[in-house]
T-cell receptor, first 113, second 111 residues
């Protein structure tokens, strides 16, 4: 079955712009979580959605937001981009909130100039 | 607030030898621990997990050890192979959700 799909794979933005990233989970998976990967910081948890509701949130400013649709697809948005937002954004899905193992997409590489 | 720490950013071992990757955590509520492996240009993939009721879990060449009193876990790879060269992330969570990751350790296995 198809894995987790993230679009776009690469994008370049300038400071002050906003960006929307999309994630399609594995069919049947209802939980989607987002992570930011930067060198030295590893994978930092952004937020987790289940059944269109945000269930957990990491320690990121309000410029980072997300949502989940009824088909479990998820989007995350970053407004007023800063240089430090340049990172690989990874989406992961799981069947439910407490199944443990996450299935990751290949990520969206954002560069902010 | 780094609740999961991997203090070694990189590790280099010879093919056939043992690789030991370490991970420390601070949150005593964590009761489920996982290791993920990440190759360049790919998302992380699940490798092995352990729950807090165990102190060891083995899967082929990969063994994870958990020391709850020290809040420490380690991943042993024996024997190491060049294909094991990747970044390894340690992850921990309470009740299998709200997973927190370490910064990763880049393992290089030299032929």
């Amino acid at each position: 079955k198809a894995g987790v799909t993230q679009t776009p794979r690469y994008l370049i933005k300038t400071r002050g712009q906003q960006v929307t990233l999309s994630c399609s989970p594995i069919s049947g998976h209802r939980s989607v979580s987002w992570y930011q990967q930067t060198p030295g910081q590893g994978l930092q948890f952004l937020f987790e959605y289940f059944s269109e509701t945000q269930r957990n949130k990491g320690n990121f400013p309000g410029r980072f937001s997300g949502r989940q649709f009824s088909n479990s697809r998820s989007e995350m948005n970053v407004s007023t981009l800063e240089l430090g937002d340049s990172a690989l954004y990874l989406c992961a899905s799981s069947f439910s909130l407490d199944t443990g193992e996450l299935f990751f997409g290949e990520g969206s590489r954002l560069t902010v100039l | 607030d780094q609740q999961v720490k991997q203090n070694s950013p990189s590790l280099s071992v010879q093919e056939g030898r043992i690789s030991i990757l370490n991970c420390d955590y601070t949150n005593s509520m964590f009761d489920y621990f996982l290791w993920y492996k990440k190759y360049p240009a790919e998302g992380p993939t699940f490798l092995i997990s352990i729950s807090s009721i165990k102190d060891k879990n083995e899967d082929g060449r990969f063994t994870v050890f958990l020391n709850k009193s020290a809040k420490h876990l380690s991943l042993h790879i024996v024997p190491s192979q060049p294909g094991d060269s990747a970044v390894y992330f340690c992850a921990a969570s309470p009740r299998k959700n709200d997973m927190r990751f370490g910064a990763g350790t880049r393992l290089t296995v030299k032929p």
